[in-house]
């Protein structure tokens, strides 16, 4: 990335949400794959990078949802000058609205305010309305005339957060005009249920095993952010489900900025790595 604030003013990071979908790789000897979305040229922001389901949290987040709080598989290095929990209630509240927006799958389990609850795994990813319904309940989230807690209410659901499983967290460096403040949550697709792409800000959607897409990055197949290729590699070496499920060991990921080459690039732990395995290292 190139461009800087203008003026150099401070540009505070938002909080957002990034959702590594996952299930066990269906061929080769174990390891899981990982669902991604490839964004449209047009966009202003990662224009045509390989992500992953997410975005920034919404003030609809805020509201019906502070119990919704993401699990961590394991103590994650939170240094004390990083402000804010690891994972704060509206962050997974993101998590949840995203996904179920960008690709149809709810990761919530039955259960809400007027459904009658079935214990903790009863039920999981069943949604029981029909594919227009869920349609419709997706418009409304996206235009933002329903949050995230009336959506499951209206589907007698609740948020299953024992299977959402906060696993990193990057931040992006001061002077950039565009910041995040990203938590990344893994969570395993649910029993009966398939992602689709049904976001307008991406061309494509597919599944993919983690060293396949780093593969494809070091060929300029894909492009990639450096945050989503750390996750790729921490996916890679994962020989199960569970494994994925656990946390970077990297601690908070906050990069700098340092001019190369002429221009201004986000710079840290991991950089060097990242540009040696793409196209520009080969």
């Given at each position: 990335m190139s461009t800087t604030a203008p003026g150099g003013e401070h540009v505070p990071a938002k909080d957002s949400a990034t959702v590594l979908l996952l299930r066990p790789a269906a061929?080769?000897?174990?390891g899981v794959e990982v669902f991604m979305q490839q964004r449209a040229l047009s966009m202003a922001f990662a224009a045509g990078m390989a992500t992953f389901p997410g975005g920034s949290v919404d003030p609809s987040d805020h509201v019906g949802t502070q119990d919704w709080i993401a699990t961590a598989a394991g103590d994650l290095d939170e240094p004390d000058h990083v402000a804010g929990p690891a994972a704060?209630?509206?962050?997974?509240?993101?998590?949840?609205?995203e996904t179920f927006e960008e690709c149809g799958v709810l990761l919530a389990r039955d259960g809400g305010p007027h459904g009658a609850t079935q214990g903790p795994t009863s039920g999981l990813g069943r949604v029981p309305h029909s594919a227009p319904a869920r349609g419709e309940l997706r418009a409304a989230l996206s235009e933002h005339r329903l949050g995230v807690a009336d959506a499951l209410d209206v589907l007698g659901m609740a948020p299953h957060t024992d299977q959402l499983h906060y696993v990193d967290r990057w931040i992006t460096p001061e002077g950039l005009p565009r910041r995040y403040d990203t938590r990344f949550i893994a969570a395993s697709v649910p029993p009966g249920q398939e992602p689709e792409n049904l976001s307008t800000e991406s061309v494509r959607s597919f599944w993919i095993k983690p060293v396949a897409a780093l593969d494809a990055y070091a060929t300029g197949e894909l492009d990639l952010?450096?945050?989503?290729?750390?996750?790729?590699?921490?996916?890679?070496?994962?020989?199960?489900l569970d494994q994925a499920l656990l946390p970077a060991r990297t601690g908070v990921t906050r990069n700098v900025l340092v001019e190369?080459?002429?221009?201004?690039?986000?710079?840290?732990?991991?950089?060097?790595?990242?540009?040696?395995?793409?196209?520009?290292?080969?």
């Open positions: 061929t080769g000897h174990g704060t209630a509206p962050v997974t509240a993101a998590a949840i609205r952010m450096q945050p989503t290729w750390a996750q790729l590699r921490r996916l890679a070496a994962a020989r199960t190369m080459n002429g221009h201004v690039v986000p710079w840290g732990a991991g950089t060097e790595d990242f540009l040696a395995s793409g196209p520009l290292g080969q």
